[in-house]
């Protein structure tokens, strides 16, 4: 078969990354080794402060959970001082609990569940926050990062987590919130950070940072590796693969003109992971009624193929900043990023809809394929500041964006691939068909892979104009407020064997925010506020499933794009002498003007939804020793206003009025904390709980709610050396992180444990 993403062999670049992280591990052995006698030697007679020196070579402040403002300039005044519940997953949270990719990070931060991809939704990173779908409202340093990816975190510095609509920010979807991701920048400073963890399940990861000051010392240059490779603990036969790196470059650090250049490539290669199919509530059931995976007896059962199924990745962005500070109190600076990023799979998705696991206990191998690339070019130019006008402090900024994005999806031909009836007396049909109870990874599959090119072209252009202010009326009040202009254009051209078909949209819209903040004492604050966020028809661009009928070729009426309105009370407080951050919030999201089927391949903005939540937040330090990340979220959804039950323009019997939202869970809670028992050692651990999640509107089918139990020990061998152990769902616990919306849901990963040593100096 043809598989043509990837043209650069993974395992040179990684064999790459490993040999520099091995190479400086061994060659500074001795150095180490040398250095940790000195320091016993010299602590005997002069104490040592270890402070200065940590894992990312920053100063001690930032080993705090706590983030007093976010990276974004957008956001006009310090977290306790913003209008909206905002979370930041900080570098010491990241590496203490040994997160690696995105969904990992986020497992910290309730309120946000993941969803499963198949085919024509792409595998990757699918956020639901606060029940909404954020699978394209995440952005890298401020600027939108697209296409379907499952995201790395060996160049992230921290996460920040906005809820609610934020459309004012980052222009169309946001209706649940968004993410921005912050890159690791150079610094002023010289560090050589690394490490290599080794873990159950062949797991092997090697990491290096190293940072260097030239030109006297007002440029520097940092370079991030990885690489990566593990299978999956209770997973049969599934394996991850891969490897990254980025440069960046800064001139004039300390200067009044900075420029950064900065580019990131990751490739990844891997056997995927459908997951188990939902099972059915009796043996004469012929619909999902109140459903949840079935695995025929053993958690480990993995029902793909080792000789067809494969999924390829890759992400190349690239970004020229310039910033300059006009004066003290304004500085202007203009962001240029192209971006492109694509994968490439056939997967096996173990399929129920013959009632093969209700009546013979067997499963279809049901093949999903894509083949999808994205590239994005985007301008953005900020100019932001502070100054004084008719008595009062103005803390503001304001920008212009233009982007350009395409996709292209097509994908494989397999054949065959029609849903057989899979009876015992038919064995496996040619690969096909496996038994529910003891799946064959290795069974021979007998058919045909072949490369289709026939999919769609889909383009979009958006042009942006967005202020925002934090207005001193006076030191104990505070009015927050921003507004955005979007236009958005999107056409979409399909080649099937029926012919070609074209389809436009254009839309335009206005978002804006308002906060009235009231300071009873200088470290807090309660504050009410108003948001707003606009879904446009195509929004995803192709990457993702938007709701947009449009590509079902379905007749419609004039679609507008879909409203999403917040109404948010909350209150802030930095206490214990502002080392700790409480927040609480209570909220109501509203989507109104949603794209429903009103009859068949009729679709109108006459949808509603509806979230009612509130929200608890802790981070910081509880004692100088005694750090602590948690959080707690209420949501209770109701489809309001649902249409008639169906797809792709076909209606079928049902309602879903008043269901619960999809991958909309009622409580979420995580907590995770550290103490620290000597200067040397640290113990922490964590709990994070998911109530039932459904996977579907009509809510037929639906995960289990589960608890997970993580344990952590870091000991600091010597000024330059650190060991972490991080044991991972200690109870190995079975539980589905994913649910989709018919078929299957995704099994999250048993009891895993990772040993990582980390070297600095």
Not at 222 to 244: I, K, P, T
Request: proline share 4%; net charge negative.
């Amino acid at each position: 078969m043809s598989r043509i993403l990837i043209k650069t062999p993974a395992s040179s670049p990684r064999m790459l990354a490993s040999a520099i992280g091995v190479a400086l591990s061994a060659s500074s052995a001795a150095h180490l080794a040398q250095a940790a006698e000195n320091t016993e030697q010299k602590g005997e007679r002069n104490p040592i402060s270890l402070g200065a020196t940590n894992i990312t070579g920053q100063d001690q402040d930032n080993t705090s959970y706590q983030v007093e403002k976010a990276s974004s300039q957008k956001y006009t005044a310090p977290l306790v001082d913003t209008p909206r519940s905002v979370t930041v997953v900080p570098q010491q949270v990241l590496k203490d609990t040994a997160a690696t990719s995105l969904q990992d990070a986020l497992r910290t931060v309730p309120g946000i569940t993941f969803g499963a991809g198949e085919g024509g939704n792409p595998q990757g990173d699918r956020p639901f926050i606060r029940g909404f779908d954020a699978q394209g409202d995440t952005y890298l340093d401020g600027v939108r990062d697209t296409g379907g990816q499952s995201r790395e975190i060996f160049d992230i510095e921290s996460i920040e987590v906005s809820k609610g609509p934020n459309s004012s920010f980052g222009g169309r979807g946001s209706a649940g919130g968004s993410l921005n991701l912050v890159s690791k920048t150079p610094q002023a400073r010289d560090f050589t950070n690394g490490g290599f963890t080794y873990g159950s399940d062949q797991t092997r990861r090697y990491v290096l940072d190293v940072n260097r000051q030239f030109l006297d010392d007002s440029a520097a240059f940092r370079l991030n590796l990885m690489s990566h490779e593990q299978n999956v603990a209770g997973r049969d036969a599934v394996n991850y693969d891969r490897w990254g790196v980025a440069p960046s470059l800064t001139f004039g650090l300390g200067t009044p003109t900075r420029v950064n250049l900065s580019y990131y490539h990751m490739e990844s290669d891997d056997l995927p992971d459908s997951g188990i199919p939902y099972g059915y509530g009796s043996s004469t059931a012929t619909a999902h009624v109140h459903d949840k995976p079935t695995d025929g007896g053993d958690s480990n059962n993995f029902y793909g193929l080792k000789s067809r199924d494969f999924r390829k990745t890759r992400a190349d962005i690239s970004t020229f900043s310039i910033e300059h500070d006009l004066n003290d109190n304004m500085t202007l600076k203009n962001t240029l990023r192209h971006g492109s990023t694509g994968q490439d799979y056939v997967l096996t998705q173990p399929d129920d809809s013959k009632l093969n696991v209700n009546k013979f206990g067997t499963v279809w191998r049901r093949a999903n394929s894509r083949v999808s690339t994205t590239t994005t070019t985007t301008n953005q130019t900020d100019l932001f500041g502070s100054f004084q006008a008719l008595g009062f402090k103005h803390s503001y900024s304001t920008g212009l964006e233009f982007t350009g994005e395409e996709t292209r999806v097509s994908g494989y031909t397999v054949s065959p691939n029609a849903n057989p009836v899979c009876s015992p007396a038919k064995g496996s049909v040619g690969g096909q068909c496996t038994s529910l109870g003891n799946p064959n990874p290795d069974d021979a599959w007998n058919g045909s892979v072949a490369r289709n090119y026939n999919g769609t072209n889909t383009k979009a252009t958006s042009r942006a104009a967005y202020v925002f202010d934090t207005i001193e009326l006076d030191p104990k009040w505070l009015l927050n407020v921003g507004l955005r202009y979007d236009t958005f254009d999107t056409d979409a051209n399909t080649n099937a064997t029926t012919g070609r078909t074209k389809i436009k949209d254009d839309s335009q819209f206005f978002n804006w925010q308002a906060g009235l903040v009231w300071k009873p004492l200088e470290n807090g604050s309660i504050y009410a506020s108003y948001a707003t966020s606009a879904s446009p028809a195509g929004g995803l661009v192709g990457e993702g499933a938007d709701g947009n009928p449009l590509s079902a070729g379905a007749a419609t009426s004039d679609l507008q794009p879909e409203e999403t309105v917040n109404y948010e009370l909350g209150t802030k407080w930095d206490l214990f002498h502002d080392r700790l951050s409480l927040t609480a919030a209570v909220f109501r999201t509203e989507k109104k003007n949603t794209r429903i089927l009103v009859d068949a391949l009729t679709y109108e903005n006459g949808g509603e939804s509806q979230v009612d939540g509130v929200e608890l937040s802790a981070s910081g330090k509880l004692t100088d020793h005694w750090q602590v990340f948690a959080g707690y979220t209420y949501l209770d959804s109701e489809l309001v206003k649902s249409g008639l039950n169906g797809r792709n323009g076909v209606v079928s019997a049902g309602s879903n009025k008043g269901n619960q939202m999809p991958n909309t869970p009622k409580n979420s809670f995580s907590l995770w904390t550290t103490y620290d028992i000597s200067p040397k050692l640290t113990v922490g651990g964590g709990a994070f709980y998911v109530d039932e999640v459904y996977g579907d509107a009509g809510n037929t089918v639906y995960v289990p709610s589960y608890t997970r139990y993580d344990a952590m020990a870091s000991y600091k061998l010597t000024k330059n050396v650190d060991l972490q152990l991080n044991v991972q769902n200690l109870t190995d616990k079975t539980y589905y992180d994913k649910a989709y919306s018919a078929h299957f849901a995704n099994q999250a990963a048993g009891r895993t444990a990772l040993l990582t040593t980390s070297f600095h100096f």
